[in-house]
């Protein structure tokens, strides 16, 4: 499934229509201005990973949840198998990007099969930054990894890498031909309906008062 940036700014827009917020309300949540979000579903611009990561966050849905624009959850016990060229296809001008395992629900990692286009450094439109971590595999070409603590990393095919994903980075096409990799992003502080703890009660005072008497005795 290939989503247009129309589509995929439709599917944000009809979300939080039947939420009945305003641009306002789910830039708060989301913690993305009113003007990216009012680009994004008007498809003035291509949503970056990160920023659909955000608004899908804002949402309380999983990022994969929102591009299928489904929301039930599934039971544990859970396998998927996403053959050749069947994931959810998404791009901007530095990357193209396919979904894995875009079926299932409640996941901790998101995999990415991606396409890196950008070339030279000018090309760097915008640096990466979300929760969690990032492992990186390259799987043709040459790549080269730049982030904002270290010199620039040379990876070929077959090289990995892992990194803070808080940390800003980006990717170069640094070969003659197309370069390609696999991005999987996990996170452990996605937090899940029921997965929530319930916030302890304060007692009262006059409980405070009857448990210091029962220790006590």
Partial sequence: MDLT????GERIKALRKARRWTLQALGKRAGVSISALSKVENAQV???????LKIARGFGLGFEAMLN??????PAGRLTTTRDGTGVFFSTDMYEYEVHSAELRQKHMIP??????ARELADITRWSSHEGEEFIYVLQGQIELHTELYAPMPLRAGDSAYIDSKMPH????????????LS???SK?????????PARRKPSARGALQARRNKRR
């Fill in 5 to 8: 940036p129309q589509q995929i």
């Fill in 46 to 52: 291509a949503a970056s990973f990160d920023t659909l």
């Fill in 69 to 74: 624009g489904v929301s039930p959850a599934l």
């Fill in 112 to 117: 990415l099969h991606m396409e890196v286009k």
């Fill in 170 to 181: 980006a990717f170069l096409n640094r070969g003659k031909g197309k370069a390609w990799m």
């Fill in 184 to 186: 999987v992003c996990f």
């Fill in 189 to 197: 502080d996605i937090k899940f309906p029921g997965e929530e703890k």
